[in-house]
């Protein structure tokens, strides 16, 4: 089978490791992850912050990119761009006028007829289900699954998850043999874009999510944000100088944590890439 | 040949701003049969009915039609003005000019073209109205309250003492409600219990109130002096004449780990159980859920036990109907629990509890006998941190009203923490401080300044434990949103106030409204506090919106009035808005061929059947018939009857057809 694949930017940059590990476990189970072609920037923060017409047409020409593909549901792993194509759908489903003004702009169709995955709702409907007896090496460890802000906000669009204490994570990892903890940083700030202009506030910020998973036993952080990723991994000297502390406990995406219980190679996961050794 | 009158109100500008109103007096006077025709600006002035008076006398007209408002505002004024000028009241209809037509539509020709169909609409119909005279019906002089907290019983006391039966009915083994599990009140501290427990014992010995605990209504039937209700008394597994209220066989029940619903899960209780040492009647009832003998079919220790012989295992629920006139809901709210939210522990921590937990806490009839100590480990709290609006004041929470006692309550809470534990220290995250009321501010101010509580206006993200501690993030907004960390040993959750479990169902059976948060709704939210829309049903309290207790009991005294002013009268007046059958001259006596498909439709069992007999006493035609006493006027019958042999009085089939024609301009 086939699936649409939107990778956005950091999934070929500072997250390589991620879309290595999602195309390994699609890969695993036979599914096709189909690019889309001539993909654009989904508008990050930036844009919907000083414009709401530009920030909904930059992911609505992605989603029709995708419908002229023939695609009718497209995998977005990273969390910033799953937010914001999911927010397009929702606000371009509610404003025929918005709409209008969007594919003018485009100068593409628009029907909303892609349905966007974020990636554990990808791994639920194709990968779970599928899970038993292909886990031939139980991710036995005690995890921290971190959720960060946009995977699970705003509820009343994304209707995905519980905002406050979500599990869906926890869910997938007790599946890959692991063992979630119950902690109190799943869905704190991790400091986001001061990554690049504060990085101190994002030592003291991602900083209380490493010390407490810490400080509750947890072997791993298990996330599926790049933002999140490179600010509790790239930033640990950072965080470390904030808690005074070195901590050594690594950060893996949700598919390389569950690419290593379907005993897939380490190199093929990207799990050298991270700052943090993973030695799990 | 109709000699009608139509009169155009301004409405000050109400109607006047988007509608021609001389215009439509104006083409309203050139239909056939309108023999006057007049716009003032103030129709239901003194000097606007005396228009209507004097025209009906001068012109004898034989109909009126008043174009202003809707008749939920001013039909009964327009139709006592024709009546005092000796028309037929029910010959005066009102085209609704104002709600259906000039606040609605923006000023134009259409809007005024529109204004004169509905003038014309009216009088079309109003030539096929007929004289009809008001229907009289007894009242049955006893009310129901539903509900024995403070409003029910307050409610049931005033109109006791007005001379008036009442029955009293309660969900719990006990009346007194939430106001029995209070410690003390605000803004004056007295002892909650001291307060009520004296009207708790003079419902029970009030010879005027009959009162049923453990006891829930079943169903209800009728109408405003004429209700019939079906209460289901709830089998207590005991014979209370017997029962002398020893409280050996509470003593002596082996299954003593049930949490104390009174003390909201912080103390235990028994299977057979009293709630709390003040309770009326003060007589247990068995739980069946939790009891050794209804589980394992063995035990029966309180029956060995009881010197009287009054356990009764096999005693069943009974059904009791009974004849009331007027009824008072009185069923009060409820409080959302901590696991309604995860950001604050989910339920997990056993120190995060509600509000409600805490007055108990403080109470000296509550598990700790008033001493503060904490639920996990009975450590007396060094640190304690208030959260006002959980869950209130929060859309994303669904709930986005003010649950209006926080703010006291919490104030109270933390000046009795420190009037107990000295030296301790208390926090209260707020949004806004909410203290509207006769010395509430002045209590807010005493707890701050006097009882070094510490405010912090912020809100809470999240609390967490570690190291045995609750951590309490929040932020200081008074402080540019700083954040502020509190290591906490308990936290009170002022958990929004909702309504309370069971209130839609209830309200389905009464026949009542209710908002989107399931609070029973007041026929009008300023001038009909205490009405619901269906007449004879009155609210009382915390059912109605969140409500502390001075405003529950004004509100029970209102009620109680409304009860009292309509057990005044000996009959009371409806209008014949009723259904009848068609009657013509024998021998076909009514178009109606007696299929009865309109008795098994009509909602309040108002139609029998009725057989025409000739001289022998032989049946020679089976028809329906409604009775006047019971109809409502719904219309049901009508559109399910084959024949048309039904009309409803004021809204026949004649009628209805002539205004659609009307409409369609045939005329």
Same mark, same amino acid.
């Not at chain 2, 004289?131 to 009289?136: C, D, G, R, V």
């Given at each position: 089978?086939?699936?649409?694949?939107?990778?956005?930017?950091?999934?070929?940059g500072?997250?390589?490791?991620?879309?290595?590990?999602?195309?390994?476990?699609?890969?695993?189970?036979?599914?096709?992850?189909e690019?889309?072609?001539?993909?654009? !920037?989904?508008g990050?923060?930036? +844009?919907?912050?000083?414009?709401?017409?530009?920030?909904?047409?930059?992911?609505?020409?992605?989603?029709?990119?995708?419908?002229?593909?023939?695609?009718?549901?497209?995998?977005?792993?990273?969390?910033? !761009?799953?937010?914001?194509?999911?927010? /397009?759908?929702?606000?371009?489903?509610?404003?025929?006028a918005?709409?209008?003004?969007?594919?003018?702009?485009?100068?593409?169709?628009? /029907?909303?007829?892609?349905?966007?995955?974020?990636?554990?709702?990808?791994?639920?409907?194709y990968?779970?289900?599928?899970?038993?007896?292909?886990?031939?090496?139980?991710?036995?460890?005690?995890?921290?699954c971190?959720?960060?802000c946009?995977l699970v906000?705003?509820?009343?669009?994304?209707?995905?998850?519980r905002?406050?204490?979500?599990?869906?994570?926890?869910?997938?990892?007790?599946?890959?043999?692991?063992?979630?903890?119950?902690?109190?940083?799943? /869905?704190?700030?991790?400091?986001?874009?001061?990554?690049v202009?504060?990085?101190?506030?994002v030592?003291?910020?991602?900083?209380?999510?490493?010390?407490?998973?810490?400080?509750?036993?947890?072997?791993?952080?298990?996330? +599926?944000?790049?933002?999140?990723?490179?600010?509790?991994?790239?930033?640990?000297?950072?965080?470390?100088?904030?808690?005074?502390?070195?901590?050594?406990?690594?950060?893996?995406?949700?598919?390389?944590?569950?690419?290593?219980?379907?005993?897939?190679?380490?190199?093929?996961?990207?799990?050298?890439?991270h700052?943090?050794?993973?030695?799990? | 040949?109709?000699?009608?009158g139509?009169?155009?109100?301004?409405?000050?500008?109400n109607i006047s701003?988007?509608?021609?109103?001389?215009?439509?007096?104006?083409?309203?006077?050139?239909?056939?049969?309108?023999?006057?025709?007049?716009?003032?600006?103030?129709?239901?002035?003194d000097?606007?009915?005396?228009?209507?008076?004097?025209?009906?006398?001068?012109?004898?007209?034989?109909?009126?039609?008043?174009?202003?408002?809707?008749?939920?505002?001013?039909?009964?004024?327009?139709?006592?003005?024709?009546?005092?000028?000796?028309?037929?009241?029910?010959?005066?209809?009102?085209?609704?000019l104002?709600?259906?037509?000039?606040?609605?539509?923006?000023?134009?020709?259409?809007?005024?073209?529109?204004?004169?169909?509905l003038?014309?609409?009216?009088?079309?119909?109003?030539?096929?109205?007929?004289?009809l005279?008001?229907?009289?019906?007894?009242?049955?002089?006893?009310?129901?309250?539903?509900?024995?907290?403070?409003?029910?019983?307050?409610a049931?006391?005033?109109i006791?003492?007005?001379?008036?039966?009442?029955?009293?009915?309660?969900?719990?083994?006990? %009346?007194?409600?939430?106001m029995s599990?209070?410690?003390?009140?605000?803004?004056?501290?007295?002892?909650?219990?001291?307060?009520?427990?004296? =009207?708790?014992?003079?419902?029970?010995?009030?010879?005027? @109130?009959?009162?049923?605990?453990?006891?829930?209504?079943?169903?209800?039937?009728?109408?405003?002096?004429?209700?019939?209700?079906? %209460?289901?008394?709830k089998?207590?597994s005991?014979?209370?004449?017997?029962c002398?209220?020893?409280?050996?066989?509470?003593?002596?029940?082996?299954?003593?780990?049930?949490?104390?619903?009174?003390?909201e899960?912080?103390?235990?209780?028994?299977?057979?159980?009293?709630?709390?040492?003040?309770?009326?009647?003060?007589?247990?009832? #068995?739980?069946?859920?939790?009891c050794?003998?209804?589980?394992k &079919?063995?035990?029966?220790?309180?029956?060995?036990?009881?010197?009287?012989?009054?356990?009764?295992?096999?005693q069943?629920?009974?059904?009791m109907?009974?004849?009331?006139g007027?009824?008072? #809901?009185?069923?009060?709210?409820?409080?959302?629990?901590?696991?309604?939210?995860?950001?604050?522990?989910? &339920?997990?921590?056993p120190?995060?509890i509600?509000?409600?937990?805490?007055?108990?806490?403080?109470?000296a009839?509550?598990?700790?006998?008033?001493?503060?100590?904490?639920?996990?480990?009975?450590?007396i709290?060094e640190? %304690?941190?208030?959260?006002?609006?959980?869950?209130? =004041?929060?859309?994303?929470?669904?709930?986005?009203?003010?649950?209006?006692?926080?703010?006291?309550?919490?104030?109270?809470?933390?000046?009795?923490?420190?009037?107990?534990?000295?030296?301790?220290?208390?926090?209260?995250?707020?949004?806004?401080?909410?203290a509207?009321?006769?010395?509430?501010?002045?209590?807010?101010?005493?707890? @701050?300044?006097?009882?070094?509580?510490?405010?912090?206006? &912020?809100?809470?993200? =999240? %609390?967490?434990?570690?190291?045995?501690?609750?951590?309490?993030?929040?932020?200081?907004?008074?402080?540019?949103?700083?954040?502020?960390?509190?290591?906490?040993?308990?936290?009170v959750?002022?958990?929004?106030?909702?309504?309370?479990?069971?209130?839609?169902?209830?309200?389905q059976?009464?026949?009542?409204?209710?908002?989107?948060?399931?609070?029973?709704?007041?026929?009008?939210?300023?001038?009909?506090?205490?009405e619901?829309?269906?007449?004879?049903?009155?609210l009382?309290?915390?059912?109605?919106?969140?409500?502390?207790?001075?405003?529950?009991?004004?509100?029970?005294?209102?009620?109680?009035?409304?009860?009292?002013?309509?057990?005044?009268?000996?009959?009371?007046?409806?209008e014949?808005?009723?259904?009848?059958?068609?009657?013509?001259?024998?021998?076909?006596?009514?178009?109606?061929? &007696?299929?009865?498909?309109?008795?098994?439709?009509?909602?309040?069992?108002?139609?029998?059947?009725e057989?025409?007999?000739?001289?022998?006493?032989?049946?020679?035609?089976?028809?329906?018939?409604?009775?006047?006493?019971?109809?409502?006027?719904?219309?049901?019958c009508?559109?399910?009857?084959?024949?048309?042999?039904?009309?409803?009085?004021?809204?026949?089939?004649?009628?209805?057809?002539?205004?659609?024609?009307?409409?369609?301009?045939?005329?």
């Amino acid at each position: 089978m086939t699936l649409g694949f939107y990778p956005g930017c950091s999934l070929k940059g500072s997250s390589r490791e991620y879309a290595e590990s999602v195309l390994a476990v699609a890969k695993a189970f036979d599914i096709n992850m189909e690019e889309i072609n001539d993909w654009n !920037c989904c508008g990050a923060t930036a +844009a919907h912050n000083m414009n709401k017409e530009l920030s909904l047409a930059l992911p609505a020409r992605i989603l029709s990119l995708a419908e002229k593909q023939g695609l009718t549901e497209i995998v977005v792993p990273c969390a910033a !761009c799953y937010s914001r194509l999911t927010v /397009t759908k929702y606000e371009l489903s509610k404003d025929p006028a918005l709409k209008t003004a969007v594919t003018d702009a485009n100068g593409l169709e628009y /029907t909303g007829s892609v349905s966007v995955l974020n990636i554990v709702q990808m791994l639920d409907k194709y990968i779970t289900p599928n899970l038993e007896g292909r886990v031939v090496k139980p991710f036995d460890h005690k995890v921290a699954c971190y959720y960060g802000c946009l995977l699970v906000r705003p509820h009343e669009i994304l209707k995905f998850d519980r905002e406050e204490d979500p599990q869906s994570l926890d869910v997938l990892m007790l599946k890959a043999g692991a063992t979630p903890i119950d902690w109190a940083f799943k /869905t704190e700030c991790c400091g986001a874009g001061l990554s690049v202009s504060r990085t101190s506030s994002v030592g003291r910020l991602s900083g209380k999510i490493i010390g407490d998973a810490k400080d509750r036993g947890a072997e791993a952080v298990i996330v +599926a944000c790049p933002m999140c990723h490179s600010n509790l991994d790239m930033r640990r000297d950072a965080i470390n100088s904030y808690l005074g502390e070195k901590i050594d406990i690594p950060v893996l995406y949700i598919t390389q944590a569950i690419g290593l219980a379907l005993g897939l190679d380490r190199k093929a996961l990207g799990l050298q890439r991270h700052f943090v050794k993973v030695s799990v | 040949m109709s000699k009608i009158g139509v009169f155009v109100c301004h409405c000050g500008e109400n109607i006047s701003a988007t509608v021609d109103c001389a215009k439509v007096a104006e083409t309203a006077g050139n239909y056939d049969g309108v023999a006057y025709s007049v716009d003032y600006k103030y129709m239901c002035s003194d000097p606007g009915q005396n228009l209507i008076k004097s025209a009906i006398k001068e012109k004898g007209l034989t109909g009126v039609v008043v174009a202003s408002c809707s008749p939920r505002m001013h039909e009964p004024t327009f139709r006592k003005a024709c009546a005092e000028a000796g028309l037929n009241p029910f010959m005066c209809e009102m085209a609704n000019l104002r709600e259906h037509c000039s606040w609605v539509h923006e000023k134009g020709e259409a809007t005024t073209e529109k204004a004169i169909d509905l003038v014309r609409i009216l009088v079309e119909k109003v030539k096929y109205n007929h004289s009809l005279s008001e229907i009289k019906v007894p009242v049955t002089k006893t009310a129901l309250v539903i509900g024995g907290g403070i409003a029910g019983i307050q409610a049931s006391l005033d109109i006791a003492n007005t001379g008036h039966k009442v029955i009293l009915i309660e969900r719990d083994p006990s %009346i007194g409600g939430h106001m029995s599990q209070l410690s003390e009140t605000f803004p004056t501290l007295d002892c909650s219990q001291c307060i009520l427990t004296p =009207r708790m014992v003079e419902v029970a010995q009030h010879p005027n @109130i009959t009162l049923y605990t453990y006891a829930e209504l079943e169903s209800l039937e009728g109408f405003i002096g004429n209700f019939k209700a079906k %209460i289901r008394r709830k089998s207590k597994s005991l014979d209370e004449k017997l029962c002398t209220g020893c409280g050996l066989c509470t003593t002596k029940c082996p299954a003593k780990k049930i949490p104390s619903e009174f003390n909201e899960g912080l103390g235990k209780r028994t299977a057979i159980y009293v709630p709390f040492p003040q309770a009326v009647p003060n007589k247990p009832v #068995i739980d069946r859920i939790n009891c050794t003998y209804y589980i394992k &079919g063995k035990c029966k220790i309180c029956e060995i036990v009881c010197p009287t012989g009054a356990i009764r295992f096999d005693q069943e629920d009974q059904i009791m109907e009974v004849e009331v006139g007027a009824i008072v #809901i009185a069923t009060g709210f409820t409080v959302k629990q901590p696991d309604f939210f995860p950001e604050y522990g989910f &339920g997990k921590y056993p120190d995060v509890i509600t509000g409600l937990q805490f007055e108990r806490l403080a109470s000296a009839s509550g598990p700790t006998l008033g001493e503060i100590r904490r639920p996990s480990d009975g450590k007396i709290p060094e640190k %304690i941190v208030f959260l006002a609006c959980a869950g209130s =004041r929060d859309p994303a929470k669904g709930i986005p009203y003010c649950s209006k006692i926080c703010c006291m309550y919490i104030a109270k809470h933390a000046m009795l923490y420190q009037h107990k534990v000295h030296g301790g220290k208390s926090y209260v995250f707020y949004m806004d401080i909410r203290a509207g009321g006769k010395m509430y501010e002045e209590f807010v101010r005493r707890a @701050i300044e006097d009882d070094g509580v510490n405010y912090i206006r &912020g809100r809470v993200s =999240r %609390i967490y434990e570690k190291n045995g501690k609750l951590i309490v993030d929040g932020a200081d907004t008074l402080l540019n949103a700083m954040p502020v960390e509190i290591e906490a040993d308990m936290v009170v959750l002022a958990t929004a106030g909702v309504a309370n479990e069971g209130a839609e169902e209830l309200a389905q059976k009464l026949h009542i409204s209710y908002d989107p948060y399931k609070f029973f709704a007041e026929a009008h939210p300023k001038l009909k506090p205490v009405e619901t829309n269906t007449a004879g049903i009155f609210l009382a309290g915390a059912c109605q919106a969140p409500r502390d207790i001075p405003e529950s009991v004004a509100m029970a005294s209102g009620a109680a009035v409304k009860v009292a002013g309509l057990f005044s009268q000996d009959e009371l007046t409806r209008e014949p808005i009723i259904a009848v059958v068609n009657r013509q001259a024998p021998p076909v006596y009514s178009s109606c061929v &007696g299929c009865f498909l309109c008795i098994s439709t009509c909602p309040y069992q108002a139609i029998e059947k009725e057989e025409i007999k000739n001289r022998n006493g032989e049946v020679i035609k089976s028809m329906a018939k409604v009775n006047p006493g019971l109809c409502q006027g719904c219309g049901t019958c009508v559109a399910f009857c084959r024949t048309k042999s039904i009309d409803i009085q004021g809204y026949t089939h004649e009628q209805m057809y002539t205004e659609v024609m009307a409409l369609l301009n045939e005329y």
